[in-house]
């Protein structure tokens, strides 16, 4: 069927458009086939690694105490889930043809996605704030950042998370879309949805601009202060103490690199597409969600000595 058919079959009288079609990586039946696989390793070490963090943090009474390992449970939490809102989906997409979602299936995608990525960008401004407490401060450090504090700041950020996605469906879901009904990315988001829509678009696009573009920006900015600041403070540590602690912030920094500048390129900078798009959108739904697990555990003694600590328990536990 081609597409002119599809799309005048996706009309309802002519005026509404119910469901859309993703482009996807690639039209190539082989080359699907190739992403298919790779992307599926992919999965499997996100789920896996993600999993054994938030498992290893939870199951050693000292890292759970720690404030930074507790955020760090939360954030390959919210890796996990933000992994499973596209790539299952753009996995069975790879073995079909037709790649169709719902209108209803796309504003999920939308809520979910800027939900889970906003309470990330939140929780590493708080990680952030975390370290620069432990560094700046490190006598008053427990008492400041006390459990109460801790489960108020996680708290803080599903909230915003909530706020932010809800305000996003909420731009979307006003726009009538009659055709055409073309995505060209492997999962919906706002920059491509509202491209389609059959109206003016210039006051929804500044508006997703100043949510989305300068929340990613502010948060960016903030984080790079931060760490100037906890940088700058280093100078006057030990040695020993000094080691550690670059390398727990050159962690944050390779994350938050990571995660915030896909962002601010893809939604600040509204009115127009790139192919490279795309790529930034792999690099923010899989790639770093993936590397993330990897990042913060070969560059964490105290990780790796829970996760031993967690296989030689598995072992005694394990039936002989």
């Known amino acids: 069927m081609s597409l002119g058919i599809l799309d005048l079959m996706k009309k309802d009288n002519g005026s509404k458009v119910t469901e859309f079609v993703l482009l996807g990586l690639s039209s190539s039946w082989e080359l699907q086939l190739f992403l298919f696989l790779i992307f599926l390793l992919f999965y499997i070490a996100i789920v896996l690694g993600n999993l054994l963090i938030v498992v290893t943090v939870r199951a050693d009474a000292h890292l759970l105490q720690s404030p930074m390992y507790y955020f760090l449970g939360h954030l390959s939490f919210i890796d996990l889930c933000l992994s499973c809102v596209t790539v299952p989906r753009m996995l069975g997409d790879f ?122 920006l502010i948060c960016f900015l903030v984080l790079l202060f931060s760490y100037a600041v906890i940088l700058i403070t280093l100078r006057t540590c030990f040695h020993h103490g000094r080691s550690k602690a670059l390398s727990t912030c050159a962690s944050h920094l390779i994350v938050v690199s990571l995660i915030f500048v896909p962002c601010v390129f893809v939604y600040l900078r509204p009115f127009c597409s790139f192919s490279v798009d795309k790529v930034f959108s792999v690099f923010y739904t899989v790639i770093t969600p993936m590397l993330n697990p990897l990042i913060y555990t070969l560059r964490n003694a105290d990780m790796k000595t829970a996760m031993k600590k967690l296989r030689k328990a598995c072992g005694i536990l394990l039936p002989r």
């Not at 489960?151 to 055709?179: D, E, R, Y």
């Open 95 to 216: 073995l079909q043809q037709g790649k169709i979602i719902s209108f209803s299936g796309c504003l999920a995608q939308i809520y979910f996605l800027h939900f889970l990525g906003a309470s990330e960008m939140f929780l590493l401004t708080v990680m952030a704030y975390d370290r620069y407490v432990a560094i700046c401060n490190p006598l008053h450090y427990l008492i400041v950042m006390n459990r109460q504090l801790c489960l108020q700041l996680v708290f803080a950020c599903w909230c915003w998370g909530f706020i932010h996605s809800i305000t996003q469906v909420a731009l979307v879901i006003q726009l009538p879309f009659c055709g055409p009904n073309e995505l060209d990315n492997f999962y919906c988001d706002v920059p491509q949805v509202i491209k389609l829509a059959c109206m003016d678009t210039f006051v929804v696009e500044v508006l997703m601009v100043s949510n989305s573009g300068l929340l990613s």
